[in-house]
């Protein structure tokens, strides 16, 4: 009897640990995808907002970017940090 619920709990264990570690890849696969859409996101409202700037000073277009960027990560781990 005891053996049988040794193998149970055994089996279930496995189970949960392989549904973690699914979770886990799950949550670092909508990390990358968060962070790649909200990239393109700002990248595409800087050319639209900032289009005469890009001519007249690019140090400061070179900024917004790096700030994008940032921004980018910053909502990706917001919502990993959401998930869990």
Do not use: Q
């Amino acid at each position: 009897f005891y053996f049988i619920l040794f193998y149970f709990l055994f089996i279930l264990f496995y189970l949960f640990y392989f549904l973690f570690f699914l979770l886990l890849m799950l949550s670092l696969y909508l990390f990358c995808i968060v962070c790649l859409l909200s990239l393109i996101l700002s990248i595409y409202c800087l050319f639209i907002v900032f289009d005469d700037v890009l001519y007249n000073c690019p140090d400061l277009f070179i900024l917004s970017l790096i700030l994008s960027v940032m921004l980018s990560l910053f909502i990706g781990l917001a919502l990993l940090y959401l998930v869990y």
